[in-house]
């Protein structure tokens, strides 16, 4: 559920975390998910298909996106830019940014954008997750961007074992060795809160990391 306090702003729970006031309702859980859904695919993969126009860095003007969506799904005709504002300050993963009367993805893009995302404070270890099939390739070629324009590290490795367990129960987590990977010319942008994008990553930086011992062992 997605709900506004007057003092702390949006929130997704039945009351505010901070002053435990009901708030007042925005939308339900099945609109709040279906919403997401729609503002990431025009963000991320198809904004012609509701016919927007997407600045070369991202942007897609708010106004347009309301307008649009009530267009083509008239459910939503209550819909206005105060709740996708909503949507992205509340994400938790940080996929959105919005300024002033627009808005972007934040990465997970199959269309081609230039990012001018923050290049600075990027923590010395990434993580990047992927089969025990995969493993053997990748730390021998590097790697590269397969459905994505842009090769997505994570923060920690929890971040990258929770990220990899959508496509397999255990994920082999590899490390990455950024800050020698930055100071050997490679960028790397924060793109939210655990996210960060880069071109490719040569083999020399990676490594497998090893497998956490499990809880109560000596």
């Known amino acids: 559920m997605l ?8 929130f997704r729970a039945e009351q505010c975390p ?4 009901p708030g007042r309702f925005l939308m339900n859980d099945r609109e709040l998910d279906h919403l997401g859904r729609i503002l ?4 991320r993969h198809f904004p012609d298909r509701y ?5 070369p860095q991202g942007w897609v003007a708010l106004p347009q996106i309301v307008r649009a969506i009530a267009q083509r799904h008239p459910a939503y005709h209550w819909l206005r830019v105060q709740h996708l504002v909503a949507i992205a300050e509340t994400d938790a993963k940080g996929r959105y940014e919005v300024r ?3 808005i972007r993805a934040t990465y997970g893009h199959t269309l081609e954008v230039d990012l001018d995302l923050p290049t600075e404070n990027i923590p010395e270890r990434l993580y990047y997750p992927v089969t025990e099939e995969e493993a053997a390739i990748v730390l ?3 790697l590269r961007p397969s459905d994505r324009k842009k090769v997505h590290l994570s ?6 074992r929770a990220a990899g367990s959508v496509r397999t129960p255990e994920p082999i987590i590899l490390e990455i060795d950024a800050e020698r990977a930055r100071d050997g010319g490679l960028v790397i942008k924060q793109a939210g809160k655990t996210v960060y994008l880069v071109d490719q990553v040569p083999a020399e930086f990676l490594k497998r990391l090893a497998p956490s011992p499990p809880p109560g062992s000596a």
Do not use: N, P, S
Request: proline letters at 0%; hydrophobic letters at 30%; glycine letters at 10%.
């Open 155 to 160: 923060k920690t490795a929890e971040d990258a």
């Open 18 to 21: 901070v002053c435990a006031q």
């Open 140 to 142: 021998e070629v590097g």
């Open 40 to 43: 990431t695919g025009i963000l």
């Open 51 to 55: 016919q927007l126009t997407m600045e």
């Open 100 to 102: 002033e009367d627009k």
């Open 3 to 10: 709900k506004e306090c007057a003092q702390h702003g949006y």
